[in-house]
């Protein structure tokens, strides 16, 4: 399947299940976005960008929390600006949070920020 000339968006893309996804759709020939969180997934990110970008392939990441309501819009415009193009082709929403502690010690902050970044980043991403 060709993806030439397709822009994609994955949320959550430096690590795991998220770069697996950045890769897959770069090996078909989308130019890809992806955000990353924190300091520690920045190396993750900066060397999957440099392996897609050495093979030729079209790819940037931006260190964008999606927990904070303008991350998904500032990943939007970015991806946009920089591909110089109007729409979004493929959207994999891949970020997410879990929280393994029973129930009863879960906090409010805690558990706003889960659906923050499980719920909310997903609806205003898309």
Do not use: H, W
């Not at 770069?26 to 924190?38: H, I, L, P, T």
């Not at 093979?55 to 999606?66: S, T, V, Y």
């Not at 500032?74 to 949070?97: H, M, P, R, W």
């Amino acid at each position: 399947m060709s993806l030439k000339g397709k822009v994609a968006i994955v949320t959550g893309g430096a690590r795991g299940i998220g770069a697996g996804i950045v890769q897959a759709l770069s090996d078909e020939g989308a130019k890809v976005a992806f955000n990353f969180v924190s300091a520690s997934s920045r190396t993750a990110a900066e060397s999957l960008i440099e392996l897609l970008r050495n093979d030729g392939r079209e790819a940037f990441c931006i260190q964008a929390d999606l927990a904070d309501a303008q991350a998904p819009a500032t990943l939007i415009s970015e991806t946009l600006s920089i591909f110089q193009t109007d729409k979004i082709d493929i959207l994999v929403n891949s970020a997410g949070l879990g929280d393994n502690r029973p129930l009863e010690e879960v906090t409010l902050e805690s558990y706003n920020n889960l659906m923050n970044i499980n719920v909310r980043a997903m609806i205003f991403t898309t």
